[in-house]
Structure formats: structure tokens, C-alpha cells
């Protein structure tokens, strides 16, 4: 449930802003926004209590760092959906599990460093107690991040 329109056109100026670059100083964002350091800090606050924003990191570039076998997975789930997704969730290498609709029960975004990395993590996916079957495909390149999308508060 979204609770989006009760946030006025500052907070959605603070979100896209922090979106595009988190990494200046609350004075330097203050700045840009044309509002004095203080009310910057004390809507951000707010914005993190209510879970709007829920942390800072770098982006990474997975395949640059070397891990270059990219995978999906998706999962044919014959038990309880959300133990698998936890037991996947707990894996190295999962970037991602998502909760879906469609044929598959689950989906499991990885990235490895080599193919022996990723076949491993296949096959211990596979070994999870109510997984039926997989489905693999490789990435072959990376178009568009999800990290990189900044939605339209507009």
C-alpha cells in the first residue's frame, strides 16, 4: 500500500536527489534544493522513519568486479514458497529474489565469478528441500541496471 501523496513536492525533490547521488554533504544537497541544511536533515528523517528511504550504498558494477556469470533463475516451488526464498535469499551470490506470478513460483537474480561458481549455486539451489525445478538463463549483458531506474514522482 502507498502512501506517496501525503509527501509534498520537497520530499519528492529530496528522494529524486538522493537518487541521482547520495553522496554530497547534507550543506551541498541543502544547497542545490535552495533550503537550508536543517529542514533537509529533519525531511530526511522523517523519510527513513516512515521507510521511504531505506539506506545509502555505492552501485556496483558486478560485471567489472568480475563476476562475470549473470544469471536468472527462476524456481518451481512444490512446498512452502517462502522457506525456499529465505534459504535462497541466505546464498552468496544472490543479488536478488523476487516473489512472482506467472509459471515459476520465484526468481533468483545471481552473479558469479566463473562458471563453476554459478553452476554450484544452480545445484545447491536445486538441493533446497521443495524445489521442483529450475530454470536458467544466462545474462549476457546488462542494459539497463535496476539499480539505474529513478521512478517519476512528478
Same mark, same amino acid.
Given at each position: 500500500?502507498?502512501? *506517496?501523496?501525503?509527501?509534498?513536492? #520537497?520530499?519528492? !525533490?529530496? @528522494?529524486?536527489?538522493?537518487? +541521482?547521488?547520495?553522496?554530497?554533504?547534507? &550543506?551541498?544537497?541543502?544547497?542545490?534544493?535552495?533550503?537550508?541544511?536543517?529542514?533537509? *536533515?529533519?525531511?530526511?528523517?522523517? #523519510?527513513?522513519? !516512515?521507510? @521511504?528511504?531505506?539506506?545509502? +550504498?555505492?552501485?556496483?558494477?558486478?560485471? &567489472?568486479?568480475?563476476?562475470?556469470?549473470?544469471?536468472?533463475?527462476?524456481?518451481?516451488?512444490?512446498?512452502?514458497?517462502?522457506?525456499?526464498?529465505?534459504?535462497?535469499?541466505?546464498?552468496?551470490?544472490?543479488?536478488?529474489?523476487?516473489?512472482?506470478?506467472?509459471?515459476?513460483?520465484?526468481?533468483?537474480?545471481?552473479?558469479?565469478?566463473?562458471?563453476?561458481?554459478?553452476?554450484?549455486?544452480?545445484?545447491?539451489?536445486?538441493?533446497?528441500?521443495?524445489?521442483?525445478?529450475?530454470?536458467?538463463?544466462?545474462?549476457?549483458?546488462?542494459?539497463?541496471?535496476?539499480?539505474?531506474?529513478?521512478?517519476?514522482?512528478?
Amino acid at each position: 500500500m502507498s502512501d *506517496i501523496n501525503v509527501y509534498d513536492d #520537497l520530499d519528492m !525533490k529530496i @528522494i529524486d536527489l538522493l537518487c +541521482r547521488s547520495s553522496q554530497g554533504s547534507y &550543506r551541498q544537497l541543502a544547497k542545490e534544493l535552495g533550503i537550508h541544511p536543517t529542514t533537509l *536533515i529533519q525531511r530526511v528523517k522523517v #523519510l527513513e522513519s !516512515k521507510g @521511504i528511504i531505506t539506506g545509502y +550504498r555505492a552501485k556496483i558494477d558486478y560485471m &567489472r568486479l568480475g563476476f562475470d556469470f549473470m544469471g536468472v533463475i527462476q524456481i518451481y516451488v512444490d512446498r512452502d514458497v517462502l522457506d525456499v526464498q529465505e534459504s535462497i535469499r541466505a546464498m552468496p551470490n544472490v543479488i536478488a529474489v523476487f516473489d512472482v506470478t506467472g509459471d515459476c513460483d520465484s526468481i533468483a537474480w545471481v552473479a558469479c565469478r566463473n562458471r563453476e561458481e554459478f553452476s554450484t549455486i544452480v545445484k545447491n539451489i536445486l538441493t533446497i528441500d521443495g524445489v521442483k525445478k529450475t530454470n536458467t538463463s544466462i545474462v549476457l549483458n546488462v542494459i539497463k541496471d535496476p539499480m539505474d531506474h529513478i521512478p517519476e514522482l512528478d
